[in-house]
């Protein structure tokens, strides 16, 4: 990944947002934020919103912003991190347990209605996983 770079920045709501970017083209990002009071994990960091584009992908990026967040969160004190991954995603999954995630309890599902582009309503089925990693 020669000429690339991760800066870092706040966004509007406080969340530090990483940025993979070589030259002027942003490759990938990633978002860290406080769990908040209301999460299961109030004391924990989350890591939320990884991507990575399509020319990129497989080329040890995610690896890197994962490794830059991890980093973030230990020298900011935190002891956990934690996320939640679609169980459909199979790629992201192989990603944070080569990184020494956990899978935590089971996973959870929900559905919400879809509007296409004609207007017709789909019901959409999700299952999502939490991982966590202590730091």
């Keep these: ?12 709501q406080g969340s530090t947002v990483l940025r993979a970017v070589r030259g002027a083209h942003e490759c990938g990002s990633v978002v860290l ?7 299961a994990w109030p004391a924990a960091l989350v890591l ?13 990026l ?3 912003l ?8 230990a020298a900011s004190g ?13 790629a992201a999954a192989r990603l944070y347990a080569s990184r020494g995630w956990l899978p935590v309890g089971e996973p959870s599902a929900y559905s919400y ?7 017709a309503a789909s019901v ?9 990693k202590a730091l």
Aim: aromatic share 2%; charged share 30%.
């Design 78 to 90: 935190a002891e956990l991190l934690v996320l939640e991954v679609d169980t459909s995603n199979a």
């Design 124 to 132: 959409v089925e999700v299952s999502r996983q939490t991982w966590a």
């Design 113 to 119: 209605t879809s509007l296409d582009d004609g207007g």
């Design 66 to 73: 994962v490794a830059a967040v991890e980093e973030l969160a």
């Design 62 to 64: 995610g690896a890197a």
């Design 1 to 12: 990944m020669e000429g690339m770079r991760i800066a870092a920045e706040r966004d509007a």
């Design 48 to 60: 939320r919103d990884l991507r990575v584009d399509p020319p990129w992908r497989r080329r040890g």
């Design 33 to 39: 934020a406080a769990a908040g009071e209301s999460a």
